[in-house]
């Protein structure tokens, strides 16, 4: 299982990024998907996971800013986010499980077996 995320940078609070994650060997047909970040100097925490049937999690940090999506053909996960806050900094990591949906959506970094390297993201005021 190989995850690779690309879209991170630096913008101004308020603005939007788009990260992407693409897989192999990886079906996401079969299992869930989620992102994570790692904010400065903190432990990495859940902010989105979609499942096998495209349902949904946001933590309530990013519910109505960001966006979770998947293209099960290109084996790409997306996460849209709007509206940036100095408070969503990080390195953001895709991750996979072979744990069942409803374990999934807790998003909790433990249940997740196959970890992207990361995208670091930069919010300034």
């Known amino acids: 299982v190989q995850l690779v995320e690309s879209g991170g940078g630096s913008v101004q609070a308020g603005g939007s990024l788009r990260l992407s994650c693409a897989t192999s060997?990886?079906?996401?047909?079969?299992?869930?998907i989620g992102w994570f970040r790692q904010p400065p100097g903190k432990e990495r925490e859940g902010v989105a996971s979609?499942?096998?049937?495209?349902?949904?999690t946001y933590a309530d940090s990013v519910k109505g800013r960001f966006t979770i999506s998947k293209d099960n053909v290109k084996n790409t996960l997306y996460l849209q986010m709007n509206r940036l806050e100095v408070a969503h900094p990080g390195i953001y990591s895709c991750?996979?499980?072979?744990?069942?949906?409803?374990?999934?959506?807790?998003?909790?970094?433990?249940?997740?077996?196959?970890w992207g390297k990361g995208t670091q993201v930069t919010v300034s005021s």
């Open positions: 979609i499942d096998l049937d495209a349902r949904t």
């Open positions: 060997g990886y079906t996401l047909t079969s299992y869930s």
């Open positions: 991750a996979g499980t072979s744990q069942p949906w409803w374990l999934a959506r807790s998003i909790r970094p433990s249940v997740y077996e196959y």
